[in-house]
């Protein structure tokens, strides 16, 4: 099974920046689509960004469109999730998950049931 670990979560204040980071282990990464998700407390999971298998394709939430990049580099099994002018609002526990489907439809981005392999989670708070 892949492997994902997300990190580079964090406290910051409204407007600033944090850069996510998701590292794969066990198999190489560009077989996988790969999505960003986020979840508040008592609020069901959302899909945030996603980037197609060599990152020709990406989609983001209209919450986080303009603000956030998303980004991958295969030969390193990695995928970035960029987040600037952070809102209190963005505060969720951040997960990146990757699919076997390819391309990144809004029925995908958005849909957690169809990502087969998570990271463990990392917290983003965004407070003054």
């Known amino acids: 099974q892949l492997q994902l670990v997300e990190s580079g979560g964090g406290l910051v204040q409204p407007g600033g920046s944090l850069r996510l980071s998701c590292a794969a282990s066990r198999f190489t990464l560009d077989y996988y689509t790969i999505g960003w998700f986020r979840q508040a407390p008592g609020k069901e999971r959302e899909g945030v960004s996603c980037i197609s298998t060599v990152g020709k394709t990406t989609n983001y939430a209209d919450s986080v469109k303009g603000r956030f990049t998303i980004s991958r580099d295969n030969a390193v099994n990695m995928v970035y999730l960029q987040m600037n002018s952070l809102k209190p609002e963005d505060t969720a526990v951040y997960y990146c998950?990757?699919?076997?489907?390819?391309?990144?439809?809004?029925?995908?981005?958005?849909?957690?049931?169809?990502?087969?392999?998570w990271g463990q989670g990392i917290q983003v708070t965004v407070s003054s």
């Open positions: 998950a990757a699919t076997s489907i390819r391309g990144c439809s809004s029925e995908v981005s958005g849909n957690p049931r169809l990502f087969g392999s």
